[in-house]
């Protein structure tokens, strides 16, 4: 088994000529919460979006597990044990919690699926909601139920982009401890965040972005205290 689940390597990326990515390259341990964070704008769901096969960086690699997948299909990547959730929620609305779950099984026959999804929503403390249609849910528990339909793939690593984003401290703590438990299980945990405080608490390693390039890695204590990173945010 690889130690490193994830690795990019000097990834760049374009749009119509302006640079989102600049040769940027990180690691990401197996089992480990690793975050990325950075401004608005410095390329956060560009180097997501990359790694999960819906954008093409225009120069450099991605590898999981052992294996390339720089040109890989967003179907592959997936079926590979890569899941995400997007910044902005894509649950249908026109579904239940638990339909919205059973719809994005991939494998297992419906009874197993539904099986699966209840163990989830249990598992979240979400149970009570498993009929509520996708449009009832608060903003709160659509982060829940997102991060719900990601484990339905069961991966081995999953990809949060801004799970944390307007939600309340107390929700924040909440899921925070739901992901530690998925490390436990040797989930790997790779989140962005626009806002520090929870990044630079709970993480095991923190990759730090502006403008498109990596200005700092290290363990929480190390990132806080690095004149770059407080340069970029104050
Ligand atoms: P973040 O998630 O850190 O806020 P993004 O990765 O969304 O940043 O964006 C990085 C930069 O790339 C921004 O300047 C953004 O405007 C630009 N960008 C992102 N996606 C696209 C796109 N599809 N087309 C053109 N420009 C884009
Ligand atoms: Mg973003």
Redesign the pocket.
Known sequence: MNATILAVDQVSKR??G?V?LDSVSIEVARGSMTGVI?P????????FNIIAGTLRPDEGSVTVDGREITRASAAEICGLGVARTFQISRLFSEMTVLENLVAVARGLDDRAAIALALELLEFLEIGNIAKKWGSELSYGQRKLVEIARALMLQPKIMLLDEPFAGINPRLQNRIVEHLKTLCAKGITVFF?DHEMRIVLTECDLVYV?AE?RLIARGDPHTVRNDSKVLEAYF
Request: glycine share 24%; net charge positive; charged share 10%.
């Open positions: 749009f119509a302006r989102a950075g608005n704008g410095s390329g956060k769901s560009t180097l962005i972005l498109g």
